[in-house]
């Protein structure tokens, strides 16, 4: 069987884009955190729009929304395709977004173009990613993937103290671990159970959130593998001292060892290459008068890379490397770690696929890793994962100055399209 | 003539010192902020022992205060020795009030034994040297000696939003620049013109505030120069990017630029060698967040030297430096110099006087720069002025644990006693 003709107008999914994108509390950009008014709006607007456009629609325990088109065979697994529906605050129109409009366009366009799938196609809108309102992310997948088990919601609280639970209870919602085994109940709330067990693929489309594709001026990154992730907490403590009464030969300065550490990660990352980043984003040196040497430095590190052997090779080095320069300096160090995620390799079978779809749709490409976190990763030990990247502009994302053009959406439309009709048409 | 044998006992100083430190505002160390009532009382108190002592006493129109017993030739210059009564915010027991405590013990040793001297000789307690409240510094000994002239009383104020003059007004003190040319009233406060251009020398006794002599063990620190100072504010900007997202190639880190331009001038003041010192105290990351790349970083310097040409040049040479390495990194760089004071030489007629009466008096000495700014950089250029300095231990200052043993203090003010007796009673 020869591949068909897919060409999926983009109007639907921008239409949709922008109709998702009214659904915020006030203020720049769109914000629309788990569990709000507006939040709810949208997944409500959802179930509505995917239920006019002939769509099997459901809400989970936990919020997710699915939208399905059943198949003609009920015992094979379902064919998932969406992101999540959240936003950070004073986000843009399309992190998230974008993957959900796509999902309830492509999925419509095949039910028009090429009728009943033999298997089961399921449009997603997961409820939470960011981590924006409570100190956890990827509420929606997790709870999804087994990540999570509900027991969360009632230890878990936002910055005004509101727990997880709490919020779900004003949605209407309740997730509650000793449903778990359950069948998921009838209704579009509060509908039982969120863990998926009958996923046969998962396939996220997302903008990019880098420069990486603008730069190289390229159509469409497929992700070999969500970067595995460790933060630490660093304290340099050395003395704090007269800034004019104390010779550079009897300083213990917290600050210049800081920065001869940040120096030497930096030296060390570009000589370990991509697709390894390892980043200092925050510092704060004490006690931050201009004419007293600093003490004490407090500083953050994100180190990520997609294989886990080279993270935990480079995390070991550069903190070694720290070791060495603050015993030289008769600095104290202290090293916390804060965060540590694996790497999630997709699937190479399903990037093989998208190559050779993307080829015959003459878009331009490129394989890359995700240095960002995606739902997507967490679907990646339990079957076939996939994702898509689109451009951003300028690689700005988080921020309402996020975009993406009509025409950069629309590629990860038709490629997106075309391969969950490859996924939920063909036999295999 | 040979030298008197100089034997002052410390008791009365060190009775002074500890009556002094209890004249501030509550909290840990000593507090005594210009123009408040604590401030006001140990003024009085001065004034009243100083008198007691049969000192004619004097306060100015800026609030400086005087103890003067005059000499038997009246057309001779005074002889002046003292330091300043103010404190920083929580400060220790002898920043300043040891050079005060130490003159009016040196002056009463020195007429209880010799009689009257052929110079007249004053101590004085500057109304202020810290800047603590006002943002000015100086404001005792820069009225005296005409950096001030009084109009700025009006124009200055502290975060309160309180002026200099509504301050003085409070204490019963008015400086008025019109009054300048006038002669000194009589009464205590309110007490006329604080210049004073009758002046023969000014010797300065203050603890270190550094850690040179206690690690080198000795007793003493001759001042060869009060160092310049040269402030600025920096800011370095990039762009702020996702750190996941953003390849090491392709980022315009402005903390990794900041490191490393810190890293050089750290580097270049180690190779210019003692006296050169420069410190960023402060700085600060935006946006601060441990997965975003930083995109502006602000930071501060203070660079300070002896000399002014080694001091501009030093200046001049770094911050090309930091064009080169912003440049290098696509970094933009802005300077803004907020501060720049001129190198202040001691006397080195008055410098060999006190290393002579050092070695006869069994004391270890240096000669020293002094990194930290001090009232005697104000009468340098007026006047013969010399400035010694006793061990402050761990170099710690601006604090409660400001410590210096009755025993290093008593040796200070024997070696002041006898420079004062070669000012003030010797044929010149």
């Known amino acids: ?41 949208a997944q409500r607007f959802l179930q509505e729009r995917m239920a ?34 959240d936003t950070v605050l004073n986000g843009g129109h399309y992190d998230g977004a974008y993957g959900i409009a796509a999902a309830v366009t492509a999925l419509h366009y095949l039910i028009q173009n090429f009728g009943q799938p033999l298997r089961t196609i399921e449009a997603v809108a997961f409820c939470e990613e960011e981590g924006s309102r409570f100190p956890l992310a990827y509420w929606g997948s997790g709870n999804v ?25 004003g949605c209407g919602l309740a997730c509650r671990p000793e449903d778990r085994g359950a069948a998921a109940a009838a209704g579009d709330a509060g509908g039982g159970t969120p863990l998926r067990e009958d996923i046969g693929a998962f396939v996220e489309l997302h903008i990019e959130q880098g420069i990486v594709l603008e730069q190289a001026a390229l159509d ?16 340099v403590a050395g003395s704090t001292n007269h800034a004019g009464t ?26 370990a290459g991509d697709p390894l980043v390892a980043t200092c984003g925050k510092l704060e040196a004490a006690p931050g008068t201009p004419n007293v040497i600093p003490g004490e430095v407090q500083f953050t590190l994100d180190i990520r890379h997609s294989e886990a052997e080279a993270l935990e090779h480079f995390c070991s080095f550069i903190l070694d490397v720290f070791a060495e320069l603050a015993a030289k300096r008769g600095l104290t160090l202290q090293v916390t770690a804060t965060l540590a995620t694996s790497p999630a390799p997709m699937d190479t ?21 995700s240095g960002a976190g995606h739902d997507a ?16 502009r300028a690689g700005i994302s988080h921020s309402s100055e996020e975009y993406s053009s009509p025409e950069e959406l629309a590629a990860g439309l038709n490629l997106l399209t075309a391969v969950l009709y490859e996924l939920a048409y063909k036999e295999s």
Chains 1, 2 share one sequence.
């Open 246 to 271: 104390t010779p550079m030969g009897l300083r213990r300065d917290a600050l210049a060892g800081a920065a001869e550490m940040l120096l030497a990660m930096e030296q060390a990352a570009i000589a």
């Open 349 to 369: 079978g399903l990037n093989r696929q998208l190559e050779h779809i993307a080829r015959r749709q003459g878009r331009s490409f490129r394989s890359m890793v």
């Open 145 to 169: 993937t087994g990540l999570y088990d509900g027991s969360e919601a009632a230890r878990c609280a936002d910055s005004a103290g509101v727990t997880i639970a709490s919020a779900m209870s």
């Open 52 to 85: 006019a456009l002939g769509m099997g629609v459901r809400m989970d325990g936990v919020g997710n929304v699915y939208g399905r088109f059943p198949g003609s065979q009920p015992a094979a697994k379902v064919i998932l395709t969406g992101s999540h529906i």
């Open 220 to 235: 469409i990154g497929i992700v070999e593998a969500i970067a595995g992730q460790r933060r630490y907490s660093v304290k």
């Open 1 to 41: 069987m020869s591949a068909p003709a897919i060409n999926v107008p983009a109007e639907q999914m921008m239409e949709l884009l922008e109709e998702l994108a009214a659904f915020s509390a006030p203020g720049p950009g769109v914000s629309r955190l788990l569990y709000t008014p507006e939040w709810l709006q």
């Open 377 to 392: 990763q967490l679907f990646s030990p339990m079957c076939p994962t996939a994702m898509i990247f689109v451009p951003s």
